[in-house]
């Protein structure tokens, strides 16, 4: 049974460029979050995806988007790169429903460094 | 808002029992989760407390005290695999949408 899978595992990006990070969930899940973590920081909340819609959004500028396909794999989308972009983009599925609405399954991340 | 705050480093010895405090304020409490988080790699789940008391799990034990804003994690028997971040983390809705503390870097030394 594969797990939360996450590609690429690093990039570098320079300042303005766009980036798009993917992300297949845990065979079973249907909900796709997406979180940033700095180094040294702990997670913090992007979006949610579910039923191929946005349904919850931290606090993120719009130069982040997203979009979720019908087999519920997802993609982060960031424009504009700026220097503090740089961090682990971490996936993590879930199944919507499940009563242990905490047990997130996080993917291996995918670093980005922007120069 | 929301706010968690834990220690961001701890040492203990191997064999010996550490407990991580994490405290919160956020609105819509719907459960508090510790993950732990190997450097390098991705956070892995813990234990999730939704009710107040004590939630053991093997070596693991979670407490959470709600009208206090308060949990800890307690380690025993500790490894040197433990080494690791600890993070607490908060739902404040139904939707699986966590807030996370800073973590914990926790150090076990022989």
């Known amino acids: 049974d594969a797990g939360v899978t996450q590609s690429p595992t690093h990039l570098i990006k320079t300042r303005g460029q766009q980036v798009t990070l993917r992300c297949s969930p845990k065979?079973?899940?249907?909900?796709v979050s997406w979180y940033q973590q700095a180094l040294g920081q702990g997670p913090q909340f992007i979006f949610q995806?579910?039923?191929?819609?946005?349904?919850q959004r931290g606090n993120f500028p719009d130069r982040f988007s997203g979009h979720q396909f019908p087999n519920y794999s997802s993609e982060l989308n960031v424009n504009a790169l700026w220097l503090g972009d740089s961090a682990l983009y971490l996936c993590?599925?879930?199944?919507?429903?499940?009563?242990?609405?905490?047990?997130?399954?996080f993917g291996e991340g995918s670093r980005l460094t922007v120069l | 808002g929301q706010n968690i705050d834990q220690p961001t480093e701890m040492t203990a010895t191997e064999g010996a029992i550490v407990q991580i405090n994490c405290t919160y304020q956020?609105?819509?409490?719907?459960?508090l989760f510790w993950y732990q988080q190997h450097a390098g790699e991705a956070p892995t789940f813990l234990s999730y407390?939704?009710?107040?008391g004590l939630e053991e799990k093997g070596r693991f034990s979670s407490f959470l005290s709600r009208s206090k804003g308060y949990s800890y994690l307690l380690l025993k028997e500790l490894q040197m695999k433990d080494s690791a971040s600890y993070l607490c983390?908060?739902?404040?809705?139904?939707?699986?949408?966590?807030?996370f503390g800073g973590g914990t870097r926790l150090m076990v030394k022989p």
């Open positions: 993590a599925s879930s199944r919507t429903g499940d009563p242990n609405t905490g047990e997130l399954f």
């Open positions: 065979s079973g899940h249907d909900t």
């Open positions: 995806y579910y039923e191929e819609e946005e349904r």
């Open positions: 956020t609105s819509g409490f719907n459960g």
């Open positions: 983390a908060v739902s404040h809705n139904a939707g699986n949408m966590l807030t």
């Open positions: 407390n939704v009710l107040d």
